[in-house]
């Protein structure tokens, strides 16, 4: 089953209806260090913030065509944060010059109800995972650098197993429509970030949960 490439953007508030433009890449654990020495240089927190969330991937199925997928997350580190609901649009394919992946992104915080109502409303879990990692921030432009575990035992955030040797590292806008001029700011910085790393607009056909 295609979906639209995989985003761990971590619960530090949200904004409502924007477009997220995204380039992602990975470095390896061992080359972690180095990657955030880079990251104090180039970006205007010197010390980055820190995140673990947990996030539970549902789905809504429908007569036919794809299912429609929501994202709740929330923070292990603050337990009496918000929850946040996230909708990820398809990749916009417009202009194949762009530099980003572009996708609706919508972004709303919840009640700790959330799952529940879910539930409810006819969605079922998909799948979950716990994400934790560091969160830099370049003007408009946020890198998050995140490990990904899976959880062994639903609903069990404690037991869990690190999907790989590597670190997921994305960066991304949210801005309105049409601001493809950011794309060019972000092609710029993740220049700065190789050899390290190589952030690429994802291919989301190669995308699969």
Avoid at 77 to 93: D, I, M
Avoid at 151 to 166: A, C, F, K, M, Y
Wanted: proline share 6%.
């Amino acid at each position: 089953m295609e979906a639209p490439p995989v985003t761990v953007m971590p619960v530090t508030g949200g904004t409502i209806n924007m477009m997220e433009y995204l380039l992602q890449g990975s470095v390896l654990d061992q080359a972690l260090e180095s990657l955030l020495h880079r990251l104090r240089g180039l970006c205007d927190n010197m010390e980055p913030e820190t995140f673990t969330d947990h996030e539970l991937v549902y789905l809504l199925k429908g007569q036919q065509g794809n299912p429609f997928i929501l994202r709740a997350r929330r923070s292990l580190s603050h337990p009496k944060s918000p929850w946040h609901l996230r909708y990820l649009g398809q990749p916009e394919v417009g202009d194949k010059s762009r530099h980003a992946l572009v996708r609706n992104c919508v972004d709303v915080a919840a009640s700790h109800s959330l799952p529940e109502f879910l539930n409810e409303m006819g969605f079922r879990m998909d799948h979950e995972f716990v994400a934790n990692g560091h969160i830099f921030r370049k003007g408009a432009m946020k890198v998050v650098v995140s490990k990904l575990s899976r959880i062994l035992v639903p609903g069990n955030t404690e037991n869990t197993e690190r999907l790989s040797l590597s670190y997921l590292v994305e960066l991304s806008v949210s801005a309105p429509a049409g601001q493809d001029t950011v794309s060019e700011d972000m092609r710029s910085f993740a220049e700065q970030l190789k050899p390290l790393v190589h952030l690429e607009k994802i291919d989301p056909s190669k995308q699969r949960h």
